[in-house]
């Protein structure tokens, strides 16, 4: 009989109002628990916060040691005069002062632990920071044990093109990652093409990988159907839905301007169709204002939506959409995989043939487009019409994909490689 793990998670934040991928590292955690792990979970969130039948630790911020001091002089220096100390110091030191203290304040608050004796420890993290990671870095006595997850290419130089940016201090940034897989147990993947594509650089992530699907959560109030509260959702109408920010390689004019071909292909569907961009699109203001002012059935949310809004959306609209950068290769799973999963509608996907998200659906899955593809987005978009006319309550119907994302499959892989 295989023993009931014990496991110490370390994570930056457990705040799912926090970003898209603590949302994420929210949901492994409470799947972990869900399948009979025994969790202790400390964070960083800087505030008392915890996780419903849990046990979680808060960690102090350490104070009044030198990089916290300099730290604070930074952010005062540059309050004063708009001088910016950081690409400074990280050239000269790989990492901010910021860093470095977080770092040595999430080592201070593990050292004290005495009792909880973990099979495991996982590490979190969010961004590109991997303050966690750098503290049980510090602590050899759990490399052993060590479960590092990467949740994106670092440093920010490893991404695909058209990711195009160089990090101060790069090459320390790339040996920590070095050294990271050197000494870790295994290095956790949310995505099969992120293991290939950092083990590339890095070969111990090849040897020791493990792929752990983004987790669709099992809980009513995640799945919750309720009419949205929004006064611009429409519920009776044919709705597309992008919801989360749209970073700049991430452009949304295919997808606007296949909607607004759609629109003159089938006329009769003005009166009853929406396209809905809820989150961040400072990038693209300008372009998404001349458009909101073409088309009438175009709504772009001004700024950030609650995400308990968005889910509700999420799950009401006709069809969600996952827009992806124009690249060759797309290594990540989106973190609204697995909702738009859970939600149970069709999904357009705009991406690169090479993908995670696509290598999930499958090659053949029918409603994917390159994103500046206006025709095939057009096509698509004219297809689930069709479909939605006879049949307004349209399915995703992947039981095989909800199962990839699932608890079950979680503890399958898991259990496979840490409680054999």
């Given amino acids: 009989m295989k023993k009931s793990l014990k496991i110490l998670v370390v994570v930056e934040s457990i705040d799912i109002n926090d970003s898209s991928g603590i949302k994420g590292r929210v949901a492994l955690i409470r799947n972990m628990a869900q399948v009979g792990y025994t969790l202790r979970v400390y964070h960083y969130t800087r505030r008392n916060i915890s996780l419903s039948g849990i046990d979680c630790i808060a960690i102090p911020e350490q104070k009044w040691t030198l990089n916290y001091i300099f730290g604070k002089f930074q952010l005062l220096l540059r309050r004063l005069t708009g001088y910016n100390l950081n690409p400074w110091v990280e050239r000269k030191r790989g990492f901010s002062f910021a860093f470095f203290n977080d770092s040595y304040s999430i080592k201070k608050a593990l050292e004290k632990e005495k009792d909880f004796e973990p099979d495991w420890v996982l590490t979190l993290s969010k961004a590109a920071s991997f303050r966690t990671h750098k ?19 670092y440093p920010m130089h490893f991404f695909p093109r058209p990711y195009t940016w160089v990090q101060f201090g790069y090459l320390d940034k790339q040996e920590f990652f070095r050294d ?9 993947f949310p995505s099969k ?11 111990d992530f090849l040897e020791r990988g493990i792929v752990v699907p983004h987790q669709m959560l099992n809980s009513s109030n995640e799945n919750k159907s309720d009419i949205p509260k929004s006064s611009f959702f429409k519920p009776a109408y044919f709705s597309i839905l992008h919801a989360g920010s749209l970073m700049k390689p991430r452009n949304p004019k295919g997808l606007v301007e296949g909607f607004q071909q759609f629109l003159r292909n089938f006329p009769e569907a003005a009166g009853h169709s929406q396209l809905l961009l809820i989150g961040k699109q400072s990038y693209f203001e300008d372009y998404l204002l001349k458009k909101k002012n073409e088309i009438s059935q175009l709504y772009v949310s001004e700024g950030y ?32 995989f697995p909702h738009c999963v859970a939600a149970n509608k069709p999904i357009i996907h705009l991406g690169p043939k090479v993908s995670e ?33 006879e049949n307004n309550n349209l399915k995703l119907n992947r039981p095989d994909v909800a199962r990839y994302l699932s608890a079950d499959t979680l503890k399958e892989i898991l259990n496979t490689y840490l409680n054999p």
């Fill in 193 to 203: 093409l992120l293991m290939e594509w950092m083990g590339s650089y890095y070969p």
């Fill in 135 to 153: 503290a049980v870095l510090a602590i050899p006595k759990w490399h052993q044990k060590w479960l590092a997850y990467v949740h994106d290419p």
């Fill in 357 to 389: 998200t696509r290598r999930i659906l499958g090659e053949n899955y029918p409603y994917w487009a390159e994103i500046e593809d206006t025709e095939e987005i057009a096509k698509i978009i004219s297809l689930l019409y069709q479909r939605w006319c």
């Fill in 305 to 336: 939506v609650p995400y308990e809004e968005v889910r509700t959306i999420q799950n009401c609209v006709s069809v969600n959409v996952i827009l992806e950068a124009k690249s060759e290769i797309s290594p990540f799973l989106p973190g609204k």
């Fill in 180 to 188: 990271i897989s050197k000494k870790m147990a295994y290095g956790i």
